[in-house]
C-alpha cells in the first residue's frame, strides 16, 4: 500500500471512531433528530441570513433535500423563515427558542469531545498544525474541482 492509500484509509478510520464514539452520546441527547436536521440547525445558528442555496452547497445536497429538511425543521418549531425589508424574493432562516436549545446541546456535545481529545491536540505543535491545515487546504481545494467538473 503507497502513502496516498495509508493516508486516506488512515482519515476514514480516524473519522469512523471519532463518529463511533460520539454516535453514542450523540443519539441520546438529541434522540428526537436525525443528523441531518442537527447539522442544519448548527449551519443556522453559526451563519447569519441562511437560506436553501447556503444550505445546499454547504452540505453538498441538491437545494429540494434541503428544502424538505428546512420544511421539517420548519414544522417542528426549530427554525423559521422570515425575509429582509429590501428583498421580499429571498428567504432566510433563524433558529427558534428551541432550535437554539438543540444548538446549544449539540455545542456543549462538540465541546466535551474537544475536552476528551484535548490530551493530543496539546502535544501537536504550531508547524505540525500548519502542514496539516496545509494538506487538508490543498486536497479540498482538489475535491471542490472535482466536484465542479461533476456538477456541470
Known amino acids: 500500500m503507497n502513502k496516498d492509500e495509508q493516508v486516506m484509509l488512515r482519515f476514514r478510520d480516524l473519522f469512523n471512531k471519532m463518529a463511533a464514539l460520539n454516535k453514542t452520546k450523540m443519539e441520546a441527547s438529541l434522540i428526537e433528530y436525525k ?3 442537527v447539522h442544519c440547525i ?15 452547497e454547504a ?3 441538491t437545494r429540494s433535500a434541503i428544502s424538505k429538511i428546512t420544511k421539517k425543521l420548519m414544522d ?5 423563515s422570515y425575509q429582509k ?14 432550535g437554539e436549545d438543540i444548538y446549544k446541546i449539540h455545542e456543549d456535545l462538540h465541546q466535551e ?4 481529545d484535548k490530551a ?3 502535544q ?7 502542514q496539516m491545515l496545509h494538506f487538508i487546504d490543498k486536497y479540498s481545494r482538489h475535491l471542490d474541482a472535482e466536484i465542479k467538473k461533476n456538477l456541470y
Request: proline residues 4%; hydrophobic residues 30%; charged residues 35%.
Open 35 to 37: 443528523p441531518s436536521e
Open 42 to 56: 448548527e449551519y443556522i445558528g453559526q451563519h447569519a441570513d441562511s437560506n436553501v442555496t447556503k444550505l445546499a
Open 59 to 61: 452540505f453538498y445536497m
Open 76 to 80: 417542528k418549531d426549530l427554525i423559521e
Open 85 to 98: 425589508p429590501e428583498n421580499k424574493k429571498e428567504i432566510y432562516f433563524r433558529l427558534t427558542k428551541q
Open 113 to 116: 469531545f474537544r475536552e476528551r
Open 120 to 122: 493530543v491536540f496539546e
Open 124 to 130: 501537536v505543535t504550531e508547524e505540525q498544525y500548519d
